[in-house]
């Protein structure tokens, strides 16, 4: 019977301390206990040998129960809960009207900027590489807010006010496509506005303002430095492909990173240390 609690606390719980003792029991005379005594666990080893492969099946449903934990505790805190509302509602809304914002200012007269270095860089198109620093992030952003609660609340919070940033700075300062534009291939942009390519909402650059704040949405990791990488790499083929002028991009970069510096104090205001079960 105790044989039995032991192997149970060891698949269930993945006690480190627990499997070692039982590996230990396994050895023929069993293990010498620090008041001499001796107990025997026969072959128990080989059955905790097994437990390994059962506790890999069980993570995922361990995740699944943690993840369910940690957004019904989320769920429960007011602020959390309206604030995420309120952001959800204000991102629909500005996505119901997008589609005429961007015919609108696509129609519009602008300035074309002389940037030097655009033309220093020969135009390439590096469509599917963009593709694949801006969607790749995306995916693991919706992994971690699947996980943890706060990555999502985060994220769509300082989308919304990135996106009206935006939208009043393009309101504000209408630009031309830069020169040698290579217009870049988006499913989504075919998806939501017809395949009618959308050049001049340049200032500031939407793709680098998205990517940077995922990578300040998520949490720390090898793949959120793998991510900063491709984010860079994002803006250098940004301008390889003549997308968006340079001051876009710099612009979009200070941006973030000027919300981020703001936006811990927006966090401990309104959920101060009330996500504490988010904590590994």
Avoid at 57 to 74: M, P, V, Y
Avoid at 193 to 222: C, E, N, P
Wanted: charged content about 15%; some cysteine.
């Amino acid at each position: 019977m105790t044989a039995y609690y032991i192997l149970l606390g060891s698949i269930v719980l993945d006690c480190p301390r627990i499997r070692l003792f039982c590996n230990m029991g396994s050895t023929p005379g069993g293990h010498v206990l620090d008041n001499g005594s001796s107990v025997n666990f026969g072959n128990l080893g080989c059955y905790l040998q097994c437990s390994t492969m059962m506790t890999k099946h069980l993570s995922g449903i361990s995740a699944i129960s943690q993840a369910w934990f940690r957004w019904k505790n989320a769920w429960s805190i007011p602020n959390f809960r309206r604030s995420l509302m309120i952001a959800l509602s204000i991102l629909g809304l500005v996505g119901y009207f997008l589609s005429d914002f961007f015919a609108f200012i696509q129609d519009r007269p602008g300035i074309i900027l002389k940037d030097p270095i655009l033309k220093w860089l020969p135009p390439y198109d590096l469509s599917i590489p963009i593709l694949m620093c801006i969607y790749t992030p995306l995916l693991y952003l919706l992994y971690q807010a699947v996980k943890y609660p706060s990555v999502l609340w985060k994220f769509v919070s300082g989308f919304v006010i990135l996106h009206l940033l935006r939208i009043i700075s393009m309101l504000l300062i209408p630009l031309e496509t830069p020169e040698d534009f290579i217009a870049p291939y988006d499913p989504m942009q075919e998806l939501f506005y017809g395949g009618k390519i959308i050049s001049k909402d340049l200032f500031f650059s939407g793709h680098t303002a998205m990517v940077f704040w995922i990578f300040f949405s998520v949490r720390q990791g090898v793949i959120k430095k793998i991510m900063l990488l491709t984010n860079l790499a994002l803006m250098v083929m940004l301008l390889i492909q003549h997308i968006h002028y340079t001051i876009d991009i710099v612009v979009a970069l200070i941006v973030t990173i000027a919300l981020q510096g703001l936006f811990w104090k927006i966090e401990i205001l309104l959920l101060g240390d009330q996500m504490w079960f988010e904590h590994d």
